[in-house]
């Protein structure tokens, strides 16, 4: 019976949070643990940008340090997101796995399958995955630091709102998914940690926001708590990926690979 392992982690920095994702994506592409879904959250407001990004031009570096926020880089491509009132998941598998298909996508699929059966353990059956190719959200293209203003293919979204995004990272042994479920969101907040071009740009944005982005607590009418939501994860990956789940913690090759992680290059500490 196929062996899977999940870590209910308790919040963290920001850069120990990345450190972990990559040192568990590691730890399975040298085949030293089981496929891993992580549960996580942030000891403070945390803003990742992605593996690419030009964070000195489009992040306000200085509003962010005003207000506390620490920002990291992820190991995943795409834009910057705001990690403050969420559920963060990484799931981590070796390639190739017979539960995954060969490809991005697919695997993508498989995961965000997961997901949605998570979603509708704690009530929310509209969400779908998003269709057809990555799509800025509004009525004209324009760019945006934001990964908020987009909806990539396969992310989850409620009535054309987004809901979860998601981005993957693959080596040539392992895959490493993660993503936000937004529970709440501060949505000035938010828009006023990126810089834009033009007044207008940051009008756009927060439009986007109020119209095209959606929490949990909005799908449902209520709160819900992490533990909630993890409980509620779990049930829905157990249910896709049929198996042995098991409750476990970062394994001695880990430890190892998040303290040589915290001096990477990849990181970004302010």
């Not at 998601?166 to 392992?174: G, N």
Request: charged content about 25%.
């Amino acid at each position: 019976m196929q062996e899977w392992r999940v870590i209910e982690d308790v919040p963290k920095t920001g850069e120990s949070n990345m450190n972990i994702d990559r040192a568990i994506l590691a730890s399975c592409g040298s085949g030293e643990s089981l496929p891993t879904l992580r549960l996580y959250s942030w000891e403070q407001p945390t803003l990742t940008v992605g593996y690419a990004q030009d964070f000195a031009k489009e992040i306000d570096i200085n509003r962010c340090q005003k207000l506390g926020i620490e920002i990291v880089r992820r190991p995943t491509g795409g834009r910057a997101l705001l990690h403050n009132h969420e559920v963060t998941y990484s799931f981590t598998a070796p390639i190739p796995h017979n539960k995954f298909p060969p490809s991005l996508l697919g695997a993508y699929k498989t995961v965000a399958k997961a997901l949605l059966e998570g979603l509708k353990e704690v009530g929310v059956y509209g969400a779908v995955l998003a269709s057809g190719k990555k799509t800025t959200i509004g009525k004209h293209s324009f760019h945006s630091p934001s990964c908020l203003s987009s909806i990539n293919h396969l992310e989850i979204e409620v009535q054309g709102a987004k809901l979860v995004g998601s981005a993957q990272r693959r080596t040539k042994k392992a895959f490493l998914q993660h993503g936000s479920i937004l529970l709440d969101c501060d949505r000035g907040l938010v828009n006023s940690l990126f810089k834009f071009e033009t007044d207008d740009a940051r009008c756009r944005s927060m439009e986007i926001l109020n119209h095209k982005v959606v929490t949990l607590s909005e799908c449902l009418g209520k709160s819900m708590t992490r533990k909630e939501v993890f409980k509620a994860l779990i049930k829905g990956f157990s249910h896709t990926l049929k198996g042995n789940w098991v409750l476990g913690h970062l394994n001695s090759f880990e430890l190892i690979k998040c303290t040589s992680n915290s001096s990477s290059k990849e990181n970004i500490n302010i």
